[in-house]
T-cell receptor
Framework: GAVVSQHPSRVICKSGTSVKIECRSL??????MFWYRQFPKKSLMLMAT?????????EQGVEKDKFLINHASLTLSTLTVTSAHPEDSSFYIC?????????????FGEGSWLTVV | SQKIEQNSEALNIQEGKTATLTCNYT??????LQWYRQDPGRGPVFLLL?????KEKRKERLKVTFDTTLKQSLFHITASQPADSATYLC???????????FGRGTQLTVWP
């Protein structure tokens, strides 16, 4: 079945540095991917919609200059957390929509734990 | 903005019983409502999708109902098993399926 892969699964970075998280659709093409963040025991919060070949659409309150999204190909979207701070530490999850016989299905990646120290 | 409430943060039931989870929403008219399972430290796994014009959907031991008048969905797991223990998330989507708005989830524990 369709699989969405995220890398890295865990990353620790120093405050002030940037970190990139990759989201790949392994066996289907995804013109649209979505990025979420989740704090412990909290809901997933939609951050942005990543569109292949065009600019991402950010949800209200999400800083586009802080969270850079690039969707360079039909199978890869990247999220770069720039000038990371400890409050950016969170679980970041991507998803992709796969068209299929039963209609569109959303597949989520396994998530990436970011710890900023 | 939309508000999604899963009114039980935790639910504990005995194996073999039916678990019923509730999702209520306001300030939104979703085209789709979905239920996901999330295990600790993992991404959500899709379980069921129900459309706004559907009342009920079943898949094996799972059943979802959708009442757009009450703005409520019920998620049932029949003959529950300890392996069903996880957090279950309700998610709403508009016509752009994929832009999902999640509830906080209900942590289900099924004890033997």
């Amino acid at each position: 079945g369709a699989v969405v892969s995220q890398h890295p699964s865990r990353v620790i970075c120093k405050s002030g540095t940037s970190v990139k998280i990759e989201c790949r659709s392994l066996d289907f093409q995804a013109t649209t991917m979505f990025w979420y963040r989740q704090f412990p025991k909290k809901s997933l919060m939609l951050m942005a919609t990543s569109n292949e070949g065009s600019k991402a659409t950010y949800e209200q309150g999400v800083e586009k200059d802080k969270f850079l999204i690039n969707h360079a190909s039909l199978t890869l979207s990247t999220l770069t957390v720039t000038s990371a701070h400890p409050e950016d530490s969170s679980f970041y999850i991507c998803s992709a929509r796969s068209p299929g016989a039963a209609g569109n299905t959303i597949y989520f990646g396994e998530g990436s734990w970011l710890t900023v120290v | 903005s939309q508000k999604i409430e899963q009114n039980s943060e935790a639910l504990n039931i005995q194996e073999g019983k039916t678990a019923t989870l509730t999702c209520n929403y306001t300030n939104y008219s979703p085209a789709y409502l979905q239920w996901y399972r999330q295990d600790p430290g993992r991404g959500p796994v899709f379980l069921l999708l129900i459309r706004e014009n559907e009342k009920e959907k079943r898949k094996e031991r799972l059943k979802v109902t959708f009442d757009t008048t009450l703005k409520q969905s019920l998620f049932h797991i029949t003959a529950s098993q300890p392996a069903d223990s996880a957090t279950y998330l309700c998610a709403l989507a508009g016509s752009t399926l994929g832009r999902l708005y999640f509830g906080r989830g209900t942590q289900l524990t099924v004890w033997p």
